[in-house]
Nanobody, 123 residues
Framework: VQLVESGGGSVQAGGSLRLSCVAS????????MGWFRQAPGKERVFVAA????????FYSDSVKGRFTISRDNAKNTVYLQMNSLKPEDMAVYYC?????????????????WGQGTLVTVSS
C-alpha cells in the first residue's frame, strides 16, 4: 500500500485546512486509517483514526471537536478536516494504514505510512 498526502500549507490561527491521503491498491476498504503528526523535535503522536467502513472514529483530546476524519472507499481516500487551527497544531501530518478493519492509536500498530505534509499555523 502506498499513501500520498496532500493539502498541507500555511494558515492563520483560527483557519481551516483539509488534508487528503490517497491510497494505492484495491484493499483500501479493508484497512483502518489514521492521521498522526510530528512537531519539530518531538515524537510522532496520534491525531485521529477511522475504521474500515467509516462508521467508527476517534480523536486525540487535543483535536476533538475541531478535527474530523472521514473516508471515501470508492476513491481510496481518507480526509482530515481541520478547523479552528491553533499554533500548537503546526506539524508534519502523516497518513497511516493498518492491516485491520479496526483502528488504533499507537504508531507501531500501523503498517504503512505516507511521506507527510506540512501544516504551518501562524498566530
Amino acid at each position: 500500500v502506498q499513501l500520498v498526502e496532500s493539502g498541507g500549507g500555511s494558515v492563520q490561527a483560527g483557519g481551516s485546512l483539509r488534508l487528503s491521503c490517497v491510497a494505492s491498491g484495491r484493499a483500501f476498504s479493508t484497512y483502518a486509517m489514521g492521521w498522526f503528526r510530528q512537531a519539530p523535535g518531538k515524537e510522532r503522536v496520534f491525531v485521529a483514526a477511522i475504521n474500515w467502513s467509516g462508521g467508527s472514529t476517534f480523536y486525540s483530546d487535543s483535536v476533538k471537536g475541531r478535527f474530523t476524519i472521514s473516508r471515501d472507499n470508492a476513491k481510496n481516500t481518507v480526509y482530515l478536516q481541520m478547523n479552528s487551527l491553533k499554533p500548537e497544531d503546526m506539524a508534519v501530518y502523516y497518513c497511516a494504514a493498518r492491516a485491520s478493519r479496526w483502528s488504533a492509536s499507537f504508531v507501531n500498530e500501523y503498517d504503512y505510512w505516507g511521506q507527510g505534509t506540512l501544516v504551518t499555523v501562524s498566530s
